[in-house]
């Protein structure tokens, strides 16, 4: 696939990641192949039932989930997209809008859609700290390694 192919994929996907709602799953066929690959620091899946069930699920758990790309590198059939996810946790602080920063390293098929996609994120800076009662724990732990 050639660099401005990508281009072209990647401005889509990400049109689509930014306004995802659960309604728009619907269209996971039209940018993941079927067999198509997820990892994020608690998942690894493998086909489009596993990963719309892990989208499915971040509608469940948080209140109005949303990606921000800020910034996208293309290079033929790879891509890495940078991001901010926003959201407001269910179970806790329902009012602070919460986010976590990271990336996305997508493969494309020859189609333009995504056969792979690896996400990285630091789940105990990003996520685990924010939390009621572990969040404490997780800086003290940060603060005693540091030392």
């Not at 306004?19 to 997820?38: H, K, V």
């Not at 590198?73 to 806790?92: C, H, M, N, S, T």
């Amino acid at each position: 696939m050639h660099t401005e192919d990508s281009r072209a994929a990647v401005a889509s996907l990400t049109a689509w990641f930014e306004s995802l709602t659960p309604q728009s799953l619907g269209q996971l066929g039209r940018f993941y192949t079927a067999d198509a690959r997820f990892k994020d620091p608690f998942n690894e899946v493998r086909g489009m039932p596993s990963i719309t069930l892990i989208f499915k699920h971040m509608f469940v758990a948080l209140h109005e989930p949303r990606f921000v790309v800020t910034h996208q590198i293309v290079d033929g059939p790879q891509a890495f997209l940078v991001w901010e996810f926003r959201f407001r946790f269910k179970r806790f602080d329902t009012v602070t809008e919460q986010v976590i920063r990271g990336g996305s390293h997508l493969t494309l098929a020859a189609d333009g859609r995504i056969s792979d996609h690896r996400d990285y994120w630091d789940a105990a800076e990003e996520l685990y700290e924010k939390l009621p009662g572990l969040g404490a724990l997780m800086r003290w732990l940060k603060r005693q390694a540091n030392r």
